[in-house]
Nanobody
Framework: QVQLVESGGGLVQAGASLRLSCAASGRTFSIYAMGWFRQAPGKEREFVAAIQWSGSSTNYATSMKDRFTISRDNAQNMVYLQMNSLKPEDTAVYYC???????????????????WGQGTQVTVSS
C-alpha cells in the first residue's frame, strides 16, 4: 500500500517555474514506478511524466519534454516535477501516481497506475 500527498502548486505568471513534490508513505516505495498526470477542467486526465523505480529511465509527454523534469529520491520517499517556462495551458490539477511493478512501464494510461494522490492545483496566468 502506498499513500501519496502532492504539494507545491500555486498561482504563477507565464514563464515562471514551479517544483511539485509528492511525498509517499510505505516501505516498498522504491519498487514502484512513479508518474505525474494532470487534469484541466472539462478535459481528460493526461500523462505528464514518469520515472522508473531506480530513476534510471524517464518518460515525458512530447509537449512537456523540454520544460518539465521528473526526479525521485527513494531514501526520502519523494518524487518531484520541476516545471519551467510555464504556460497558461499548463493550468490544471497535477496528480502523483504509483505503478505496481507488474504493470508495464510502457503503458502511460492513468488506468495502469494503482495509487493516486489528491492533487495540487497549478494556475498559470497570462
Amino acid at each position: 500500500q502506498v499513500q501519496l500527498v502532492e504539494s507545491g502548486g500555486g498561482l504563477v505568471q507565464a514563464g515562471a517555474s514551479l517544483r511539485l513534490s509528492c511525498a509517499a508513505s510505505g516501505r516498498t516505495f522504491s519498487i514502484y514506478a512513479m508518474g505525474w498526470f494532470r487534469q484541466a477542467p472539462g478535459k481528460e486526465r493526461e500523462f505528464v511524466a514518469a520515472i522508473q523505480w531506480s530513476g534510471s529511465s524517464t518518460n515525458y509527454a512530447t509537449s512537456m519534454k523540454d520544460r518539465f523534469t521528473i526526479s525521485r529520491d527513494n531514501a526520502q520517499n519523494m518524487v518531484y516535477l520541476q516545471m519551467n517556462s510555464l504556460k497558461p495551458e499548463d493550468t490544471a490539477v497535477y496528480y502523483c501516481a504509483a505503478k505496481r511493478p507488474e504493470s508495464s512501464w510502457y503503458n502511460l494510461q492513468p488506468t495502469s497506475y494503482t495509487y493516486w494522490g489528491q492533487g495540487t492545483q497549478v494556475t498559470v496566468s497570462s
